[in-house]
């Protein structure tokens, strides 16, 4: 069984999902996070490179591997990333690489939240804390093992992660100077402090207005609500018209 999908006039098919349920996808996802499909329309273009880390069951994904050239996603949900994989083949991508990790500031092994599988709100810890281990890789450990030398897009939603890794991307913004588009997840650990730290490389940041927040980034981070969508942000280095 597979659920057929059309939004903005992409289509493809969703045959694999975790908690969420295939009926989500048919009743609730031509109205799920309408601004970051307004992004992705408004930014992607055909010859991007593009990175979904945070893939889940292939919410971003799917639709963007119809806008760019190429796609590589990570996910640390073991559930999660089976489900997007056979998602990807149920839609015969052909420009599209999974890897099961989680982005993070080293090499090595986190765990992950059990209670949380197979929920879009999966998270790593600390090794010791947790039943189940997943590897851990640096942004550039993953592009070795994607073979792969550059980068366009970045989304990252990561429940909390970015707290760990963005400090440690911060050469890989400056080297390969892409768009990202970051998910801050302040109830989860992200402080407004990483973030505008890690990010001052960019010239711009905006909001969901498409208005240029970059020099009051911290302060809207901290009086902003922690809801998932509420804290969205576009990072970018030409000015978005």
Request: hydrophobic fraction near 35%.
């Amino acid at each position: 069984m597979a659920v057929d999908i059309n939004r903005n006039g992409v289509k493809f098919k969703v045959s694999h999902a975790c908690n969420e349920g295939l009926g989500w996808w048919e009743n609730n996802y031509l109205g799920w996070e309408l601004h970051t499909f307004k992004v992705f329309d408004k930014l992607l273009k055909e010859d991007m490179v593009y990175f979904d880390i945070g893939t889940f069951t292939g919410h971003t994904l799917l639709y963007t591997a119809q806008k760019v050239n190429s796609v590589y996603g990570v996910e640390l949900d073991p559930r999660a990333v089976e489900a997007c994989k056979q998602n990807v083949t149920t839609n015969g991508y052909s420009n599209v690489k999974l890897s099961h990790a989680a982005i993070s500031d080293k090499d090595g092994e986190v765990g992950i939240h059990t209670g949380r599988i197979g929920s879009s709100g999966c998270y790593m810890m600390e090794r010791s804390l947790s039943e189940i281990g997943v590897r851990s890789l640096t942004i550039e450990s993953l592009m070795n093992e994607w073979e792969v030398k550059t980068c366009d897009f970045v989304k990252m939603d990561i429940e909390g992660g970015e707290e760990n890794c963005l400090p440690a991307m911060q050469n890989f913004f400056e080297t390969h100077k892409p768009i990202l588009y970051l998910s801050v997840h302040k109830h989860l650990g992200a402080t407004s402090k990483t973030v505008v730290e890690s990010t001052n490389c960019f010239n711009y940041v905006y909001d969901k207005n498409f208005n240029n927040v970059k020099d009051s980034l911290g302060e809207i981070i901290d009086s902003a609500g922690s809801d998932h969508g509420e804290q969205d942000y576009l990072f970018t280095f030409d000015e978005v018209n």
